[in-house]
């Protein structure tokens, strides 16, 4: 089984035509006041864990959620239970509403994005924990910060590989709590710049952070990823081309998936990305998180066309 915790949200995805840097002068950034006119607007069911756990199970493996949803979430639920996904470790509260985030991409596929966890500021853990099994992985993604935190130390105590990958959160955790969470993690995992902003917190260096974790993922977008073990040249990860780009968000989970599925089937770091690589592709070709579909022969195609013959996965 593959845990995730994180966040299940709403997602209210916003296109602005433009530049933000064309409207966010810098010797005025200590009085900024700006305001975008979006063209598009479409409310999409996401969150982090909704979103990695979606792919997966076009790629065939069942997970288990962990997190705290409101008073909304049924229909949102009903979804994600039809494809398999248990919602063993969601709770919902009666009086609260699901998280949801406001994201606004420009027209060269940066981001600003304003996210209200509302039901997920209640944690889970210890109320409900995950039954862990040999074999078994998890990831612990962007959620209540007590839960990730917690549900790190409760992994490593029951021996159960995980994937630290504080995101969005990663600056709402302090710098004693990203050390915590990320040492004996099999994986820490983070675009550029959240890696730049763990090393800054913690005031580990990148020699620090390879003494703690079994592999650094860093992710560069567009311009695919890299692996770092201590003692080893960082491996590159190229990124797949999709066959047209309709939007990027939830592309960084959908690479999560892929990871996840490979390391779950047995497969080392380096192929397992690979996975992840081919599993982003498909995401960024549909306006939303959780609508890009494809099949076991489409996405195997896709592999070989990219890196050559693909293992076989369980």
């Known amino acids: 089984m593959i845990h995730i915790s994180g966040s299940l949200a709403f997602d209210r995805i ?10 966010i002068l810098p010797e005025k950034l200590h009085f900024l006041n700006v305001a975008f006119l979006i063209d598009r607007i479409e409310e999409k ?6 979103n990695i756990a979606y792919t997966l199970s076009l790629l065939g493996e069942p997970s288990t959620l962990y997190t705290c949803v409101g008073r909304d979430f049924a229909d949102y639920g009903e979804k994600l239970k039809s494809l398999g996904i248990r919602l063993d470790g969601v709770k919902t509260l009666p009086d609260g509403f699901t998280a949801c985030a406001y994201i606004t991409t420009d027209k060269a596929d940066n981001q600003i994005t304003g996210f209200a966890p509302s039901a997920m500021s209640t944690p889970v853990f210890p109320e409900i924990k995950p039954a862990v099994s040999k074999g078994d992985w998890a990831l612990i993604g962007p959620g209540n910060s007590d839960d990730m935190i917690a549900l790190a130390a409760y992994y490593r105590e029951n021996g159960t590989k995980y994937i630290f990958d504080p995101g969005q959160q990663t600056t709402a955790l302090s710098g004693e709590q990203l050390a915590s969470g990320l040492t004996g993690a099999e994986i820490l995992i983070g ?5 730049e902003l763990i090393q800054k917190a913690t005031g580990l260096t990148r020699a620090d952070i390879l003494d703690r974790v079994g592999t650094l993922i860093t992710t560069y977008g567009a311009k695919g990823s890299s692996l ?9 990860i190229p990124a797949v081309k999709p066959d047209t780009v309709a939007d990027p968000t939830g592309a960084g989970d959908s690479f999560r998936s892929g990871l996840l599925k490979g390391l779950h089937a047995g497969m080392g770091v380096e192929i397992s990305a690979r ?10 070709e549909k306006y939303g998180t959780q609508v890009h579909a494809f099949t076991a022969d489409e996405f195997r ?6 890196f050559g013959p693909m293992p076989l996965l369980k």
């Open 14 to 23: 916003m296109t602005f035509p433009g530049l933000f840097e064309e409207h």
């Open 45 to 50: 069911h996401g969150g982090t864990a909704g």
């Open 191 to 195: 675009n550029d710049y959240e890696i």
């Open 228 to 236: 770092e073990r201590k003692g080893v040249a960082p491996y590159p």
């Open 275 to 284: 996975f992840g690589a081919v599993a982003s592709s498909f995401c960024v």
């Open 301 to 306: 195609l896709r592999f070989e066309a990219a």
